[in-house]
């Protein structure tokens, strides 16, 4: 189980990167309990999570150098079978994927969308999926390799076209 620091950036899965601004005590049902407060990065949003529960929650550091690579390989694979599945049965395994936190996972997802993408027109409901997904995907990659969000997403449009 990761040990946050106040400064620290984390991965809150769904949510994306947020930076631990303090740990507090708070009394819940007679119980004092210690929490991460989180900010989320780029959005106007303070979580707080009970230390007891950031491993179950999915609370994780950032992905390593190794691990950046490892997801660029995910994005560059092709010849993967896309779900045939209905929309909803599909948007539900997707869903699945991108609240696991895994940025592997979350790479899957883009690139399945943006592959279809190249065969129909996706539907509102993928449009946002796909937006969510390469928010979350440009978002920590940027952090990690300390470059802005644009040239990232450059990098993995690039991929595609």
Do not use: C
């Not at 395994?93 to 940025?103: F, V």
């Not at 440009?138 to 802005?148: D, G, M, N, S």
Request: hydrophobic content about 35%; proline content about 2%.
């Amino acid at each position: 189980m990761p040990d946050f620091q106040v400064g620290d950036k984390a991965v809150y899965p769904g949510y994306g990167v947020a930076e631990i601004t303090g740990i507090e005590n708070r009394e819940i049902s007679g119980t004092t309990q210690r929490f991460y407060v989180l900010r989320v990065l780029g959005k106007d949003m303070t979580l707080m999570v009970p230390m007891s529960n950031a491993d179950s929650v999915g609370l994780r550091n950032l992905i390593t150098n190794e691990q950046v690579e490892e997801v660029y390989e995910v994005l560059r694979k092709r010849g993967e079978k896309i779900s045939t599945a209905t929309w909803n049965r599909r948007h539900r395994e997707y869903m699945d994927k991108i609240r696991t936190g895994s940025l592997a996972k979350i790479a899957t997802v883009l690139r399945d969308l943006y592959l279809l993408r190249g065969d129909k027109d996706l539907s509102y409901g993928e449009r946002n999926m796909l937006e969510t997904a390469r928010a979350l995907l440009i978002q920590e990659l940027a952090l990690v390799k300390e470059k802005t969000e644009d040239e990232v997403e450059k990098e993995i449009e690039a991929m595609f076209t």
